[in-house]
Nanobody, 125 residues
Framework: QEQLVESGGDSVQAGGSLRLSCTTS????????LAWFRQAPGKERERIAG???????KYENDVKGRFSTSKDNAKKTLYLQMNSLKPEDTGMYYC???????????????????WGQGTQVTVSS
């Protein structure tokens, strides 16, 4: 069974940067939807960044311009570069992946079938 493992979470000051990584025990290819979700304390898990099967990256509005996601298929790793961090970015960050070929092009929120265990990001003011 595939496992996704996130790393890179930490406690930082507002304005700082972090880079999260998500490594799969299987493989990433261009036919899988990949995404980062965030769950803030007391809130629902929300998708904040993703890569669709056309290789396009998309972002939720309040991280656009500050966060950047990318992947390295050869390293079987998905990344999330987070800059200009704010206290409201605090939460547990999860990576998620669809099965290969589940969709073509855009990735609906419900397409993800494999999840990591999460990595904690805490941003203090």
């Amino acid at each position: 069974q595939e496992q996704l493992v996130e790393s890179g979470g930490d406690s930082v000051q507002a304005g700082g940067s972090l880079r999260l990584s998500c490594t799969t025990s299987w493989y990433f290819d261009d036919n899988r939807c990949l995404a980062w979700f965030r769950q803030a304390p007391g809130k629902e898990r929300e998708r904040i960044a993703g890569i669709d099967t056309n290789g396009n990256s998309k972002y939720e509005n309040d991280v656009k311009g500050r966060f950047s996601t990318s992947k390295d298929n050869a390293k079987k790793t998905l990344y999330l570069q987070m800059n200009s961090l704010k206290p409201e970015d605090t939460g547990m960050y999860y990576c998620a992946a669809s099965i290969t070929g589940a969709v073509s092009g855009s990735c609906p929120r419900g397409v993800y079938r494999v999840w990591g265990q999460g990595t904690q990001v805490t941003v203090s003011s």
